[in-house]
């Protein structure tokens, strides 16, 4: 049972709740050390690159345990939406991919971008070709962009049928967000002239809409009466 008969949280709750409150500050946690990190790293240009850049040079395993412990947090996010009460409508799929999104911070954190944008400084603007290291790193990266506002418009549509248009239309607008930003921000770091400096300002901002929503559903999912978990 999920409550003794004095009515107190049971184990099993406690450690869904936990999971959750994980899940709630795993983003801002994420974007405030990745947002220190480029203020002081010399060289860094924020506007210009990528999150995943502060992984390399002088101070670089601060970026990679931000991965790591990120990732883990979601990881348990989607542990405990899998376990909490559902909203009517509301897929299983959605847990999956966010663990999917977890799993890819995870494999991102293990193995380091490429150089691009020219830092660490005295790095070329791009590279002829991919490391194994790069190209796993962002084949990691993928399900980071893709399985979260896939998860988002998921929840957006089953809100929508439910008659809550509120949850819809902000869970659809933060997917659409990180998916547009995700596009922008890959032709800047593939140094398209007309984004070329603002690809990391724009992939900040596609991060932020995404965890930020994953956060907003963490504290919905933590709102519904432990009493309703299934045995």
Sequence with gaps: MVHDVRGREGPGVVTRRALLVGGAVAGPLFIAV?????????????LRHPVSSLA????????VVNFLVTGALYAGLAVGLARAPRPAGTSRARAVLIGAAGVGLIGAGAFRTDPVGGYPP????ALAGYSTAGALHDAFSVPVFL???????????ARRREGDGGWAVAS???????LAGFGAASAGFGQHPALVDVAGLVQRLSLTAGFGWLSALAVQALRQPASNVPR
Excluded: N, S
């Design 172 to 178: 659809a607008g933060c997917g659409l967000v990180v």
């Design 34 to 46: 990745a947002l220190v990190q480029g203020a002081v790293r010399p060289g860094y240009e924020p």
């Design 56 to 63: 390399l040079g002088p101070g670089g395993a601060v970026q």
């Design 147 to 157: 399985a979260v506002p896939a998860a988002a418009l998921l929840h957006a549509r």
């Design 122 to 125: 005295g790095a070329p603007d």
